[in-house]
């Protein structure tokens, strides 16, 4: 569960109602579930959550798999995962790496995922799979953190789980 899940549910209980709406900053799960007159748009935006602690978001599903090759400075690793959209009319945009929370690039899509659409049965996922090509120029040596984020058909971000740690070494 992430931290804008945790916020949401702390207000809904607090609030005791059905429904509680939070504004929070940055990644939200509110997906391509809109519910009529409010946004779901970027860092405002709106988290729906039923009193019974359902989060109303089932609409991305999707995971890093892995950080392929030696991070060191001047280097590049490649970074893996899948992702894929449940509700119909809910469709995947863009996926941004982000390492230490800044977005360093966006993955290409459409990669064969034959095991995940099998695992969840879903054919239609076949082409769930992404990966991504980091540059590590201008990285400083040390841990850094790699995680993934899906822009969606309504501009909601969704924060991918499988977040990676990484240590770059000095090659030089």
């Known amino acids: 569960m992430n931290n804008s899940q945790n916020r949401v549910r702390e207000v809904s209980k607090a609030l005791g109602a059905l429904y509680a709406i939070a504004f929070v900053s940055g990644l939200t799960s509110a997906g391509c579930?809109?519910?009529?007159?409010?946004?779901?748009?970027?860092?405002?935006?709106?988290?729906?959550?039923?009193?019974?602690?359902?989060?109303?978001?089932?609409?991305?599903?999707?995971?890093?798999?892995?950080?392929?090759?030696k991070?060191?400075?001047?280097?590049?690793?490649?970074?893996?995962?899948?992702?894929?959209?449940?509700?119909?009319?809910?469709?995947?945009?863009?996926?941004?790496?982000?390492?230490?929370?800044?977005?360093?690039?966006?993955?290409?899509?459409?990669?064969?995922?034959?095991d995940v659409a099998n695992s969840y049965g879903k054919p239609d996922w076949n082409k769930s799979g992404w990966e991504a090509e980091v540059q590590l120029d201008k990285i400083l040596p040390g841990e850094h953190k790699i995680?993934?984020?899906?822009?969606?058909?309504?501009?909601?971000?969704?924060?991918?789980?499988?977040a990676r740690s990484i240590t770059v070494l000095d090659s030089r």
């Open 147 to 162: 995680e993934a984020v899906v822009l969606d058909s309504s501009q909601a971000r969704h924060m991918l789980s499988g």
């Open 71 to 114: 991070p060191r400075i001047g280097s590049a690793v490649n970074v893996v995962g899948w992702a894929a959209a449940e509700r119909p009319g809910c469709r995947i945009e863009t996926i941004e790496i982000l390492m230490d929370g800044i977005e360093i690039g966006e993955a290409v899509r459409g990669v064969e995922r034959s």
């Open 33 to 69: 579930y809109q519910p009529p007159g409010h946004p779901t748009q970027g860092a405002n935006a709106v988290v729906v959550e039923r009193a019974d602690n359902d989060v109303l978001d089932n609409d991305v599903r999707g995971w890093l798999d892995r950080v392929e090759g």
